[in-house]
């Protein structure tokens, strides 16, 4: 625990703040929007914990082991008060119902101020706009700018302190129809709306000017863009909804073709996370086949392999009917990279409807796959329907069954990439190895020595709260979109040389 002779000396009036990010890329993209409150607020990002006066967890909590998490966490953080009284600790995305802080009126408390003592304030997201005033109730001595944002009804407005200049997270829409038995999204983020078109495409354009060349739209489940009853007034009824552009009617694909065309401005990449098969169109397939800047990449969750299990997690599809899509895929786009997401005992699964996971895994060999341990989530359908019945030691047998097969398909699947080029969109440089690193347009993620040697010391002396941004990166490559031969394929990546 650190002690008052440990403190950085901190300017007059100076604050500090640090953001811990949890879950999808949709919570990265929101931290984003809430580092650019706070920077306009007068806030500036932390160095070290010891330099920290706010932190704000953005939690996800599809699952109760995340939420467990968390709450380990606030103690660890909360110790730091006892050097720095003035520290705000904080929460936002799905744990938090009600926007409040220490000095709410008990009828709008959010729960989590009861629960946890150190915590400070709680916001709902969608109240992004309206932090600097939950941050004056919490701590009313705080004096902070005033900005324009907090006048807004739509936090997705707020222009964000972006993590890149070259990659960008760009939500279409918040909330979620699909309703999941595990998951509490639904009920944190409330019914699925879609943000409007012209809104995403200004941002879209607005980061592309600036030399942004990869762009990921991201959503509860991206592909169903346009479809909500909540979206009828902005899509079901207008003339974008039913009108062909291109061959495309959908919104989703619409949507993409308008950004396709900002390639005439420098674009070069875009992609969407996450899809649901149920709205998986032949039209988004074939958008991946003819729009320039789509990349040849799709992560499409599939959960279990058993129709019974799907049925009882309320996915609404088949095995069989994922298998179409996956075909359907593979027929137009040979070379695409997929990808999807396996949930191993959930309730009720018996080792048979587990190994028809194990033979879909075998049968369509995903490139990877992200595999839970199913964890009951208080306040889901499951929670209140199902029993956690498979004990601890079936899934971790499961998952490491599971885990074995994937690493066993990626280096069979990575091996067939040595002797190719491949163009890598660089990201960083590790100081430490020497070696950059960056995604193809597969998202395979390449390692590459440098041109010339470089290193850099890290300091020890402070704590660190984002290792992988210690190291300084060499801006002659950062950013740039390189051909790298590939070497050698690893279970989870791939090696490589810079081409002349």
């Known amino acids: 625990m650190p002690t008052s002779s440990t403190i950085s000396p901190k300017a007059a009036g100076r604050l500090n703040y640090h953001i811990q990010t949890f879950g999808c890329q949709m919570n990265s993209s ?18 070290s914990l010891e330099d920290t006066d706010l932190f704000i967890f953005n939690t996800c909590s599809i699952k109760q082991k995340g939420e467990d998490r968390v709450y380990g966490m ?40 009861q629960q946890l003592g150190p915590l400070d304030f709680v916001f709902r997201i969608t109240d992004t706009h309206k932090l600097p005033e939950i941050l004056a109730e919490a701590e009313p001595s705080l004096s902070l700018r005033d900005i324009d944002e907090v006048a ?46 012209a809104d995403i495409l200004a941002e879209c354009r607005e980061l592309v000017a600036k030399g ?6 991201v959503g509860q489940t ?9 979206d009828s007034v902005n ?33 070069d990449r875009l992609r969407f996370t996450s899809p649901h098969p149920r709205d998986f169109s032949d039209e988004l397939i074939e958008a991946h086949a003819t729009l320039k800047t789509l990349c040849p990449y799709v ?51 018996t080792d048979e409807q587990f190994d028809h996971t194990c033979e879909i895994f075998e049968e369509i060999r995903w490139d990877q796959a992200f595999i839970s341990r199913y964890s009951e989530r208080v306040g889901t359908v499951a929670a209140k329907a199902f029993p956690d019945d498979v004990p601890a030691e079936v899934k971790a047998m499961r998952w490491h069954r599971l885990n ?37 347009r597969e998202m395979k993620l390449v390692q590459f020595p440098a041109p010339i040697a470089t290193s850099t010391k890290l300091s020890t002396s402070r704590i660190a709260l984002d290792a992988s941004k210690s190291a300084t990166s060499n801006p002659d490559l950062v950013g740039q979109i390189l051909n790298v031969k590939i070497v050698k394929g690893l279970e989870w990546l791939l090696k490589g040389r810079i081409q002349g």
Do not use: W
Not at 222 to 230: I, T
Not at 414 to 434: A, D, Q, S
């Open 74 to 113: 606030i103690k660890n953080i909360a110790s730091y008060k006892k050097a720095n009284p003035r520290l705000l600790i904080g929460i936002t995305g799905c744990m938090v119902r009600q926007s409040s802080s220490r000095n709410s009126s008990a009828d709008r408390k959010d729960h989590l101020l």
């Open 404 to 440: 074995s097969l994937l690493k066993k398909i990626s280096k069979a699947k990575n091996r067939l990439y040595e002797g190719r080029t491949l163009e890598v969109l660089v990201e960083r440089h590790n100081t430490l190895t020497g070696e950059f690193e960056g995604r193809s």
């Open 235 to 267: 899509f079901k009824s207008s003339e974008e909804r039913t009108t062909s552009k291109d061959g495309f009617t959908l919104p989703f694909t619409r949507l993409l073709q308008s950004i396709d065309e900002l390639s005439a401005m420098g674009l």
């Open 222 to 230: 991206v592909n169903s863009y346009g479809l909500s009853a909540l």
């Open 299 to 349: 992560h499409l969750p599939l959960q279990s392999g058993d129709n019974q299990i799907l049925a009882r997690m309320n996915r609404k599809y088949t095995v069989e009917q994922y298998r179409e899509i996956i075909q359907k895929l593979r027929a137009r786009l040979p070379d695409c990279v997929i990808t999807t997401d396996l949930i191993v005992g959930f309730s009720g699964e």
């Open 152 to 197: 807004l009804d739509d936090y997705l407005r707020v222009t964000p302190e972006y993590a890149s200049k070259y990659q960008a997270f760009v939500p279409i829409q918040i909330g979620c129809d699909k309703y999941c038995t595990y998951c509490i999204v639904p009920y944190s983020r409330g019914r699925e709306q879609s943000r409007p078109a």
């Open 30 to 47: 929101d931290s984003e929007r809430v580092a650019a409150i706070l920077e306009k607020s007068g806030y500036q990002k932390a160095r």
């Open 212 to 217: 942004c060349k990869e762009i990921t739209l």
